[in-house]
């Protein structure tokens, strides 16, 4: 049995990371004092290596249970967000009421080079605001896979994939399918999807590949444990991504040995 | 089961935050005053009901409303995906997606542009979305081609006209995008 917590892939390094967004995301519980300063104030202290802001807004989809109005009702609430990159556009970090997100978009460097952007923002988080804890840490990746083929089969490129009984058609024209998985004992989630997406080519086929590692029990997380958990969040998506692929997508992607 | 309602639901009034839907009220019942999204623009309004949920859902999948989530890359490809059904090609779509991953908030008029080009202009136009790149100055945007096989004389005009209808909603967006012809042949 795998242990959890492990890098058992000791960080395989690709000349073509198939990586097309990460963002390392954190929520603060309600209690968290704040106000409309906050995102300024992060500003001034990032400003050199993230010169560009923007005003961005965002909406939110909140599923609440309304027994009066049939059950489930779906709520969209608009947030504004302020938005830091750097000059390439590649790296940015967005700030919203109690929120801060660090994305970065391909070409994905190392966890070495997108790791000090997301240890910038949460130290800078934590000179402007009193942060008692999280109440919701995530580190998600997203890798689309272009695979020069006009039809695969799955079983070629995936560990984590969709199977189908016999009795159906066994030619897919789109597919959902996804999984959480524990990890940590469960203080952990990680919700795990794969889904067709618009290949460039007609003569290629296109996937999403989306892990994303959150905290289920957020009061098991300190401030002062933020990055740890970020650092372990990071060793266990690596750990899931290459669980979840062949040799035939490394072959792909171009492993560096 | 997917009805199609009028294309052009404008101007609802809706709460300044709110956007309620899963109910047995249209989006703009119970509204407040302090916001208008104008120009709600739907292709299909699905309205299901099961065992689970006899009221419904209401999707408005072209709702121009802001983009979700702390993740650009969902929309992109959702912009993306809707391109084909309005006959608008990709010739490199990498370029594009790297794009609208830099300025996504772009990714709320996308759709609802090419739709208002492709009924202005008919399916015997090829439309073509790429990313201009200047030569001379660091500047690049994206760049929706229409291309014909056969040049009408007021088709400079036809593109005015459907730019002063967009124009104004891209001030203040990250990026930009440009209808315009090349006055080349479709490829």
């Known amino acids: 049995m795998k242990r959890q917590g492990v890098n058992q892939n000791m960080g395989r390094k690709y000349a073509k990371p198939p990586v097309i967004e990460a963002v390392c995301e954190f929520r603060l519980p309600p209690s968290t004092q704040w106000d409309l300063t906050i995102p300024g104030l992060v500003y001034e ?30 709520k969209i609430t608009a947030e504004n967000r302020a938005w830091f990159l750097t000059e390439d556009r590649n790296t940015f970090i967005q700030v919203g009421t109690r929120a801060l997100a660090v994305n970065r978009l391909s070409p994905y460097p190392t966890w070495e080079e997108f790791r000090p952007a997301i240890e910038k923002a949460v130290s800078v988080l934590r000179e402007v605001v009193e942060v008692s804890g999280f109440q919701r840490i995530g580190l998600r990746y997203i890798n689309r896979i272009e695979i020069p083929s006009p039809s695969v089969e799955l079983d070629d490129y995936f560990a984590f994939r969709l199977v189908l009984g016999e009795g159906l058609p066994q030619l897919m024209q789109g597919f959902i399918c996804g999984a959480v998985l524990p990890f940590l004992n469960g203080r ?70 | 089961m997917a009805t199609t309602v009028s294309r052009n639901l404008q101007s609802h009034e809706v709460d300044s935050h709110l956007l309620w839907w899963n109910t047995a009220e249209r989006p703009s019942n119970g509204a ?62 990498g370029e594009v997606r790297h794009y609208l991953l830099r300025h996504s908030d772009l990714c709320d008029l996308l759709p609802a542009i090419c739709l208002a080009v492709r009924e202005r202009f008919g399916t015997d136009t090829q439309l ?17 081609y229409v291309r014909q096989r056969c040049y009408g004389p007021d088709i400079v005009e036809a593109i005015e006209e459907i730019r002063e209808g967009y124009e104004e909603k891209l001030s203040g967006r990250s990026g ?11 490829r």
């Open chain 2, 176 to 186: 930009w995008f440009l209808v315009t012809t090349d006055f080349r042949s479709p």
């Open chain 2, 32 to 93: 407040g005053t302090s916001k208008r999204l104008t120009d709600l623009t739907s292709e299909s309004l699905v309205t299901g009901t099961s065992a689970t949920s006899p009221l419904g859902v209401w999707h408005l999948p072209h709702i121009l409303a802001p983009p979700r989530g702390s993740v650009a890359l969902p929309q992109v490809e959702e912009v993306l995906k809707s391109l084909p059904q309005m006959q608008v090609l990709l010739p490199r779509g």
């Open chain 1, 45 to 74: 202290r990032v400003r050199e290596e993230f010169p560009h802001k923007e005003q961005r807004v965002i909406q939110n989809i909140e599923v609440t249970e309304k027994p009066d109005a049939g059950g489930i009702q779906h």
């Open chain 1, 188 to 257: 952990d989630l990680c919700k795990v999807e794969l889904t067709n997406a618009v290949p460039e080519s007609q003569l290629s086929t296109a996937f999403l590949l989306d892990l994303d590692y959150y905290l289920a029990r957020p009061e098991d997380v300190s401030a002062e444990g933020v990055l740890a958990w970020v650092e372990e969040a990071h060793r266990a998506v690596e750990d899931a991504f290459e669980d979840c692929i062949s040799d035939r997508l490394r072959e792909l992607f171009e492993e560096m040995v």
């Open chain 2, 128 to 144: 073509s979305l790429e990313v201009y790149r200047d030569s001379e100055i660091e500047d690049e945007y994206l760049t929706l």
